[in-house]
């Protein structure tokens, strides 16, 4: 019964929150309209039914997952982790024997999942049912690299968030930076196919492509077969490397706090 | 014929604030709950002046003190602050006004205080050596001198109070507002901060209205006091005026030089509240009996080695007003 | 009035020197929110020659004047705003701006110069300049009063649009949803308005003067199509718009004076 109480209490300050609720998705909902009459205009002036393997319905699918896809970078650890330097809780958590990452990945967790729910189900049912966008070809697949791209986003954010250990400044600009190179060497805004080679080769080798990139070409059926599997491979890959990063990071940052005393 | 500088004419201030009902109820119709604030105040404060205005929480005094400074409507009466109605001339109201606000600074945060004290030279358009020499006096009285090269946000509480009483005078307003200045002090810092509201009534006839739960402030301060609760107007007067009409119980502490069986002293209207060995500590209820014949009937009847007579306090007084009324 | 801008200037500049290193990240992270736009029509332009009759260079130049204006108001002028108002009000500030000698609103804009701005000014600079420059516009007398004037026109009506979002914080405080809304919605100004549906057309014309910012301006100065004279409409909408604003926040004072905190 108890649990009862706190799930309406939950209800309660959602609703409280509802215009909030609204603007994420209505922001979002705009992004895809500009994006929607963009593309429309492009293949319109080009006379072409396809540029860089894309149809206009493909295209517009592309868009729409990239947007449902965005709140699994939704994490807030870059701010928290800088609250925690400021305030000096970050101490606390060298007396507990739980691993700092993993405590902030678990926290996370909980944050990606309620934009989840109300962000990216109401995008996404709308737009099977509205705009009649195809359902993914490899489901399971695209589940798969969806998950393995939510860790080497967080190992990302993550050591994002270590520059609050290692600097004085604030950690806003760094994010913001980061988010908008994310968006433009993952595909998010716009497919990297259609990018010169040059630029495509660099993006091959950043992690921001196994962000968004990867989980995307899963979805509308650009990566099939054994190529799937070479995908999860790279975003293993990556996690590998971003997560030991962050380890190391992490004990540097330990280190660090211990001689400084927080 | 000292001018009246300050004058509330049946102010009356209504809030309308929504009922909280269920969510439901409230997606589909708004139900609004009327809250008196303030009813028919009437006050008439002249130059020069030292007014304390008490009460309890909620009675209404900050939505006073926000009509008088400008920053709040009143739903009937007005009010009239140097013979500018303050909540629609805000702007002329402001140069007659010194606001201090004893939870919140009007310094600007991020800059240092000297900074804040050329921006508020600008916005007041305070000739230079007017502002001069009022800041050097302020920085001698005040002691902030060692502060002025800070950013607002490094200061002490103690600190901050006392720029801010600073920044209000500058620019030489004839009223000045203190709410809850003293709020959160040290005792060292209370006694500065009072010594220079003091100095500056009496030295430059600035009219003070001071808000506090302080009673300390009050009897060291103020010559008059308003009492308000639950939006009226319940007292206004000198602190004597209300030490002799509600201090009905008086304690004097007798030095007997030999020890004493209290039973001894039951007189009419005398209750023994405290004994330490031959100290007695004595209540008398001065509705029912005089002091003075108290005093000499204890004198005539016992050798005492010391008398004392406490003053009434005045915060006692007060709550109990609160508690019951007038 | 000059002198105390002058020296909140010189204050302010004195505390991003503190900052420094929060002073450069901050203008990169906002510069590069201006690259994302003008990457897409890059990438576009390798596929096509042009886009519904305008050109790179053309799209660039609407992409600078909306920029350029942008980061103006974003500098010098976003003092109002949801988030500011809402916070003033609920730790009280905001009365403190109403207990001085000087109008509030007046006091916010001028008072608050946003570092991060310069992210987008000098964003809006280059691409405009670029852009000229490619498309050889001659800067003739009337040209240069007509591309001041346009870009007064514009920073006034992204101005006004801010101080009305503002003002709705005086009714609902929670207001902070409105400029979520505000950035999608100048995303629509990145391409011509001849790419959406008449409605959304009339709505960025006639309700929420938008179009006004860059592409009406730029028919002028591009020599596209039947409104010739549109860049002179700017200005007058720009006035128009914040002679509303100003009414509207005269109006929220008002509201905020007689219902308290």
């Known amino acids: 019964m108890k649990y009862f109480n706190v799930f309406l209490t939950g209800i309660k300050e959602t609703i409280v929150y509802r215009a909030e609720f609204f603007s994420g998705l209505l922001a979002a909902f705009l992004n895809l309209l500009v994006l929607w009459f963009a593309w429309n205009a492009v293949f319109a002036a080009s006379g072409l039914q396809v540029i860089g393997g894309f149809t206009i319905s493909l295209m517009i699918t592309y868009l729409i997952i990239s947007s449902c896809l965005r709140p699994l970078t939704y994490t807030d650890i870059e701010y928290e982790m800088e609250s925690d330097v400021r305030t000096g809780g970050i101490s606390v958590f060298l007396t507990k024997p739980v691993s700092y990452p993993l405590f902030r990945l678990f926290k996370g967790f909980s944050n990606t999942v309620f934009h989840i729910i109300t962000n ?138 211990v001689v400084q005393g927080g | 014929m000292v001018e009246t500088i300050i004058e509330a004419k049946n102010l009356g201030k209504e809030f309308k604030t929504l009922k909280r009902e269920s969510i439901v109820k409230d997606l589909f119709s708004r139900n609004y709950k009327k809250l008196k604030a303030l009813d028919k105040i009437n006050i008439e404060i002249k130059k020069g002046e030292f007014v304390g205005i008490i009460g309890p929480n909620g ?237 000499k009937k204890i004198l005539s009847k016992w050798p005492i080695h010391d008398i004392k007579i406490e003053e009434p306090d005045i915060e006692d007084i007060i709550r109990k007003i609160y508690r019951d009324g007038i | 009035m000059f002198q105390i801008w002058k020296q909140l200037v010189k204050m302010n500049v004195k505390r991003w020197m503190e900052y420094r290193i929060d002073f450069f990240v901050g203008i990169t992270a906002i510069f590069l929110t201006n690259v994302i736009s003008v990457l897409f029509f890059w990438v576009v332009f390798q596929q096509v020659p042009s886009l519904n009759g305008w050109t790179f260079n053309q799209l660039l130049f609407l992409l600078g004047i909306s920029y350029l204006s942008f980061g103006i108001w974003h500098t010098f002028l976003s003092g109002i705003s949801p988030h500011r108002i809402e916070r003033y009000i609920r730790n009280g500030e905001f009365d403190f701006l109403l207990l001085r000698p000087f109008n509030p609103m007046l006091a916010l804009i001028l008072g608050n110069i946003d570092d991060d701005g310069l992210g987008d000014l000098i964003a809006g600079t280059m691409i405009l300049g670029y852009a000229s420059n490619m498309l050889a516009i001659s800067w003739t007398f009337q040209n240069i009063i007509l591309i001041i004037l346009t870009i007064f026109g514009a920073v006034l009506i992204i101005l006004s649009i801010n101080i009305l979002m503002s003002t709705a914080t005086f009714w609902i405080i929670r207001s902070r949803m409105l400029s979520e809304i505000l950035w999608p919605l100048m995303r629509f ?69 007689s219902t308290g905190s």
């Open chain 1, 120 to 257: 990216v189900i109401p995008i996404f049912l709308v737009s099977i049912l509205l705009i009649k966008i195809s359902l993914p070809l490899n489901v399971v697949f695209f589940l798969i690299s969806v998950f393995l791209a939510y860790f080497v986003n967080y190992f990302l954010a993550f050591l994002t968030g270590m520059w609050a250990f290692f600097s004085v400044g604030s950690i806003w600009g760094i994010k913001l930076s980061k988010q908008i190179v994310t968006d433009i060497m993952s595909g998010a805004v716009i497919p990297l196919v259609l990018f010169p080679q040059w630029f495509i080769n660099i993006a091959n080798l950043l992690p921001f492509q196994a962000i968004f990139n990867i989980p995307l070409l899963i979805y509308i059926g650009k990566i099939v077969g054994i190529d799937i599997f070479y995908s999860f491979i790279q975003q293993i890959f990556w996690i590998l490397v971003l997560g030991s990063l962050s380890y190391v990071a992490w004990k540097r940052a330990e280190k660090k706090i």
């Open chain 2, 59 to 295: 009675a209404g005094k900050s939505t006073l003190i926000k009509i008088l400074t400008g920053i709040l409507t009143p739903t009937s009466g007005y009010a009239k602050v140097k013979d500018i109605i303050p909540y629609e001339k805000r702007k002329e109201n402001a140069k007659n006004i010194g606001v201090v606000f004893g939870w919140r600074t009007q310094l600007w945060w991020d800059l240092l205080v000297k900074d804040s004290y050329d921006l508020i030279k600008h916005l007041y358009k305070i000739p230079e050596d007017r502002f001069k020499e009022n800041l050097e006096t302020f920085i001698t009285i005040l002691d902030i001198d060692k502060y002025l090269k800070n950013p607002v946000r490094k200061l002490s509480l103690g600190e901050r109070v006392r720029c801010d009483l600073a920044a209000s005078l500058l620019h030489d307003p004839p009223i000045l507002f203190l709410d809850e200045p003293t709020i959160g002090l040290d005792v060292v810092a209370k006694q500065q901060i009072r010594d220079f509201l003091t100095k500056i009534n009496k030295e430059k006839e600035v009219t003070i209205i001071i808000t506090t739960h302080d009673m300390g402030d009050i009897e060291e301060l103020c010559q008059r006091v308003i009492i308000i609760d639950k939006g009226k107007k319940i007292l206004d007067g000198s602190i004597d005026d209300i030490k002799n009409k509600f201090g009905t119980k008086r304690v004097i502490i007798v030095d007997f030089q030999d020890p004493i069986d209290r039973k001894k002293l039951k007189f009419k209207g005398v209750k023994t509240i405290e004994i330490e060995g031959n100290r007695i500590f004595l209540e008398i209820n001065t509705k029912t009996a005089s002091l003075s014949d108290v005093i």
């Open chain 3, 189 to 257: 100004i990145d391409f011509p308005l001849d790419i959406y549906n008449p409605i959304i057309i009339f709505i960025l014309t006639f309700v929420l003067p938008l179009g006004f910012i860059n592409y009406y301006p730029a028919q002028t100065f591009l020599g596209k199509g039947v409104w010739k004279f549109s860049a002179y409409l700017t200005p007058v909408v720009g006035l128009i718009m914040f002679f509303i604003s100003y009414i509207a926040w005269r109006y929220g004072i008002k509201n905020y004076t």
